[in-house]
């Protein structure tokens, strides 16, 4: 059975929408009061904004909150190639085209973390602050790993019934996750009707042409400030990762850790995220940032 707070936050209205950067439409859902400060929520690697469905109302007593789908996924365009440096395009695109009062803050999970550094980094004048949310920056972010091992997206099956394909949805990288009512919300909204069947909804050729980029001078010179998250039990992000980001920032960044979640955190400890979220937020609205020196 669904909780309350789930069907509360799923029955909550939302506008979608759509704007267009460097020539693909790039889908967005938007929740909360115009004219409260901004929040860009940013999905992991072959997921959508619909990953934030039933958290972004959680935020909306005091943000307007707005989650995108990169391009390559969900019901934004795809593109011939995906460099990080245009997905950050799209992010800083997408807040802007929100008007909000002032700037917003980004918080990404996965590769939408690693996205959000890349965005605190080139456009951090534009941007309050960023979350980052279980993203390593030390090693291949988990989908492309995943992807090079040639498991995680390869060419797109069809199948024959909408449960069909539900049936085969997994999380990479693999976890479980006591949520099944959650899991199974992003799984119906992984998927679109082709023809023949049901199909995923992104690009299989998502991290093809992918290089890692230097992850570590990006978080280094973010023009924003930072505050990473990490599942305490993250098989990605493991303590010595989140260390390791930690003294890149000068050790001048929150760092917080969710008791018993993994990598997909949003998923299977959702309140708690939204707990330490709300903390996060609450403090960067009552505190000057630090500033590095150049």
Known sequence: MRPAWFERALAERY?????????ARIHHLRWG?????????VHGGGAHAHWWAFLAPLLTSSYDVVALDLSGHGDSDRRATYPRETWAKEIIAVGDAMQFPSPPIVIGHSLGGLIAIIAASLYGDRLAGAIIVDSPVHKPNPE???ARRGYSFGPLKIY??????????????????ENDYIVDYV???SMREVEGGWSWKFDPNLFTSVTQDQMSDHLAH????LALLRG???????????????ELLDRNAPLVEIPQARHHLILDQPLAFIAA????LADWEHSTPHRRPA
Do not use: W
């Open 222 to 225: 973010a023009k924003c400030r």
């Open 160 to 177: 024959p019934t909408e449960e069909a394909a539900l049936a085969r949805f997994k999380l990479i990288p693999e976890q479980p996750c």
């Open 187 to 189: 799984a119906r909204h």
């Open 232 to 246: 305490e039990l993250s098989a990605v992000v493991p303590r010595e990762t989140s260390e390791y980001m930690f």
């Open 15 to 23: 506008d979608e929408g759509s704007v267009t950067c460097d020539g």
């Open 277 to 280: 979220t709300r903390a996060l």
């Open 33 to 41: 009061t115009r004219g409260n400060p901004g929040v860009v929520l």
């Open 144 to 146: 492309t790993d995943a």
